[in-house]
């Protein structure tokens, strides 16, 4: 299996609150990626990363930010949490920018804003 | 844009009947194919790929062929097991997109004894 770490697996907060989750991995792959799961609507892009520093965003990006100031780690933060963020959030890294290459992702973060 | 759609579940089958659930995909460049499985309580994993036309991916008894002229990838296995039991998601990469994926919005399939 693909080292990959997420922290912490599971959260509850308030509205409004700052969040930060963590997804590592011993890999030394170049790209990684944060998804969050909802029901019906399988897994959306949030963010991703093709180096340190260098992020750019996905399909449900409003309400996020990410960094990466190490190979191995990612980071994503909800600034002010909402209850629409409730949700369950998957780290993934992938070796290239090729299409054909596979995603392997993390055991998940499940997060719940009241 | 690129999009997949798949088979609202829940599927429920017996042990060793036939399973296929179906996927069909929209895309701008030339897709990679995919299907992942997710467990209770887990991340997804690889179950199988295909990334051209006609090419067949396998694995675990599971096979699915990408069929270009009907922009589908459908998801069978012969002899289903209780094991089985997870959750089944066909996704898209696109050539125009670079490692991008895109997934439909998965299929619960039970497996009963």
């Known amino acids: 299996d693909a080292g990959i770490t997420q922290s912490p697996r599971h959260k509850v907060t308030e509205t409004g609150t700052p969040v930060t989750l963590r997804c590592h991995q011993t890999e030394n792959h170049r790209y990684m990626y944060w998804y969050r799961q909802d029901p019906g609507h399988g897994l959306r892009l949030i963010h991703y990363s093709y180096g340190v520093k260098d992020t750019d965003k996905g399909e449900v990006s409003d309400g996020y930010s990410v960094s990466r100031s190490k190979t191995e780690d990612f980071l994503l933060t909800l600034e002010s949490a909402t209850s629409s963020q409730t949700s369950v959030y998957f780290c993934?890294?992938?070796?290239?920018?090729?299409?054909?290459?596979?995603?392997?992702f993390g055991d998940g973060t499940r997060l719940s804003i009241l | 844009g690129d999009s997949v759609t798949q088979m609202e579940g829940p599927v429920t089958l017996s042990e060793e009947a036939f399973l296929t659930i179906n996927c069909t995909y929209t895309?701008?460049?030339?897709?990679?194919l995919f299907w992942y499985v997710q467990y209770p309580g887990e991340g997804l994993q690889l179950l199988l790929k295909?990334?051209?036309?006609?090419d067949k991916g396998s694995n675990k008894g599971f096979e699915a062929t990408y069929r270009k002229e009907t922009t589908s990838f459908h998801l069978e296995k012969g002899s289903v097991q209780v094991s089985d039991s997870a959750v089944y998601f066909c996704a898209l990469s696109d050539s125009d997109a670079g490692n991008m994926l895109t997934f439909g919005g998965g299929t619960r399939l039970m497996v009963k004894p």
């Open positions: 895309a701008t460049g030339y897709p990679s």
């Open positions: 993934a890294i992938s070796e290239s920018e090729y299409s054909n290459q596979p995603q392997h």
């Open positions: 295909a990334t051209k036309a006609d």
